[in-house]
């Protein structure tokens, strides 16, 4: 294993959870799976570019044919992408043949469990290809329970009675909070009453 795979594998471990903790068949699938020789460029590492990297030629000028060095750049966009596993949208750079692919595979989880090791060849897709497969895993040890439809119906009634009183609690609180607001403004208006009599009063025993 080269250098560049070693550090790769031990940011793997580091921040999908450690050595201990992931199976053992993955992380030797991990190990024999790394690109050994491969040279990545550095911002690839922080997102998905499926096998896109920068690409290096020659401009040649029309009148001379002169031939000078240049480069290809993938074309990178910022995406947000939701994954059901981790129920959340994960805010990534991605190339839009990634984005392809993506949708080819039907969302990025498809496309990271599909995508063998050897071919994801960044830091960021093997981390989250890692994550996904020791999630689906622990999936997979849980055991489910299944209801009967009579059960489901009572679930799913206590779960509408439970907003539909969520609904009636916060019209009340509007309710009573409009009141209060009427009794303020009412109060209001009555202390300005009382105040004007007041005044006038007081005019009038002046004028006696």
């Given at each position: 294993m080269s250098f560049r795979a070693q550090e790769m594998y031990k940011?793997?471990?580091r921040r999908v959870g450690g050595e201990g903790k992931l199976p053992a068949e993955l992380m030797d699938s991990v190990k024999n799976m790394l690109p050994n020789s491969k040279v990545v460029m550095g911002r690839a590492?922080?997102?998905?570019?499926?096998?896109?990297?920068?690409?290096?030629?020659?401009?040649?000028?029309?009148?001379?044919?002169n031939k000078s060095r240049r480069t290809w750049k993938p074309n990178v966009q910022g995406k947000r992408l939701f994954s059901y596993i981790h129920d959340r949208h994960i805010r990534v750079k991605v190339t839009t043949h990634a984005l392809r692919c993506i949708d080819k595979a039907g969302g990025?989880?498809?496309y990271l469990l599909k995508t063998p090791y050897h071919k994801m060849d960044t830091e960021m897709g093997?981390?989250?290809?890692?994550?996904?497969?020791?999630m689906y895993s622990e999936l997979a040890d849980m055991e489910v329970g299944f209801f009967p439809p009579e059960e489901e119906a009572k679930i799913e009634q206590g779960f509408d009675d439970v907003r539909a009183a969520?609904?009636?609690?916060?019209?009340?609180a509007r309710r009573a909070l409009a009141k209060q607001r009427q009794l303020e403004a009412g109060n209001?208006?009555?202390d300005q009453q009382i105040e004007v009599a007041d005044s006038k009063e007081e005019v009038s025993d002046a004028a006696a």
């Open positions: 940011k793997v471990v590492k922080r997102g998905i570019f499926a096998g896109r990297h920068i690409q290096f030629g020659n401009k040649v000028s029309e009148d001379g044919g990025i989880d498809e093997i981390v989250w290809k890692a994550k996904i497969e020791k969520k609904r009636n609690f916060r019209k009340e209001a208006g009555d």
